[in-house]
């Protein structure tokens, strides 16, 4: 899943619904109308945040609209059908992308990449047509404002430590560097004051359970497809965040796919860490900071599999007319 912006820090968050800073901001949702993009519109309407929605899929888009359309909360809500991505994508500020074909199992991320990136690529070139400011592909393409959205992982994170520690989620934010798929996903337990007590097999579980908590929910959902509630709640989230940073918050920060120096000499010119989020988009990527033993382990398991990622997607994009 890709925002676009056109998104305090999840990782010291529990706030995530707050307006302290208001703004007008129009955000599209392309995909709305599927298992993620339904309760993803729900809950991007219930944000103060939110003065505009607008939604659009292949298929179903304007009946969402009208069903959360009733919420009772100010935000504005469109429809649009197939044909009319352009007039959707018309004035906005921020575009989540939840568009795609979910996993079934025994399925990888990878097995669906082709059909995924294709339908990527199209919608990013209609942004890139539709809104100056948005022209990803086109000359004036800006770094600063494209995010993968790597939030679900971090969610999963603070889930399931809290779960092991006994803490409330909201305060016991995990960072999650790396990728989003399997050994690509790098959780620092070490940087938490509740995770770092975790070691030995609680520590090898947990870890696990974050890299592959996605296919706990494949497997459970059994061929109806992947995580859509919680993958919901982690876009509405991040956009949530990305929407403060663009008023002008100071101190967002949040682990998230982007482009960046910090393994560039590697050749691994995508990278997720703590990102502050700014008026610009991305305003400041930190640092990794100190990693244990473990954790320096998990990352050279990690950056061979993201190179691979990574090159697969520019093999993709040259290869595309
Ligand atoms: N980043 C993550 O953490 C994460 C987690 C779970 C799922 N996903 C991915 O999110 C995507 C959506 O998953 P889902 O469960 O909601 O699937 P879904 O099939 O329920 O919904 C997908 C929606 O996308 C729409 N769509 C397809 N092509 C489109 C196009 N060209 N323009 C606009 N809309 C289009 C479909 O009509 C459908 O409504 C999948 O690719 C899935 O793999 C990402």
């Known amino acids: 899943m890709l925002s676009r912006h056109a998104a305090r820090s999840l990782s010291a968050h ?18 709305a109308g599927g298992g993620i993009g339904q309760p993803l519109s729900l809950l991007l309407k219930a944000d103060p945040l939110v003065t505009s929605l607008s939604l659009y899929d292949i298929r179903g888009a304007p009946g969402v609209a009208a069903d959360v359309s009733h919420i009772d909360t100010p935000g504005e809500v469109n429809g649009y059908h197939a044909d009319k991505l352009d007039e959707a994508l018309e004035g906005v500020k921020v575009v989540v992308i939840p568009a795609g074909v979910p996993r079934k199992p025994g399925m990888t991320r990878d097995d669906l990449f082709n059909t995924n ?12 047509r539709v809104s100056p400011e948005a022209h ?5 393409y800006d770094p600063r404002r494209i995010f993968g959205v790597t939030t679900l992982d971090v969610v999963r994170a603070a889930r399931f430590v809290s779960g092991i520690v006994g803490t409330n989620p909201v305060d016991t934010p995990i960072t999650v560097i790396g990728g989003h798929s399997g050994a690509t996903i790098v959780p620092l337990l070490s940087q938490s004051p509740f995770g770092k007590g975790i070691s030995g ?8 359970r974050i890299q592959y908590g996605g296919d706990e929910v494949v497997q459970a959902k059994d ?9 919901a709640y982690a876009g509405a989230k991040f956009t949530n965040a990305l929407l403060r940073g663009l008023a002008g918050e100071k101190g967002v920060v949040t682990p ?9 000499d590697q050749g691994i010119d995508y990278f997720s860490s703590n990102v502050e989020l700014g008026p610009n988009g991305i305003e400041k990527i930190h640092p990794l900071g100190e990693l244990t033993a473990e954790e320096r ?7 061979p599999e993201l190179k691979k990622n990574i090159e697969k997607g520019k093999a993709f994009v040259e290869a595309s007319p």
């Open 14 to 31: 529990g706030r995530w619904f707050s307006s302290s800073v208001a703004r007008h901001s129009k955000v599209a949702v392309l995909g």
């Open 117 to 128: 990136t294709s339908i990527v690529r199209d919608l990013a070139a209609a942004i890139a």
């Open 136 to 140: 990803v592909l086109a000359g004036v």
């Open 201 to 208: 097999e609680a520590y090898q579980k947990v870890v696990k």
């Open 223 to 231: 061929g109806a497809g992947s995580a859509t509630l919680s993958m």
């Open 256 to 264: 998230t796919f982007v482009k960046s120096p910090l393994f560039a």
């Open 297 to 303: 382990k998990l990352l050279e398991a990690c950056l």
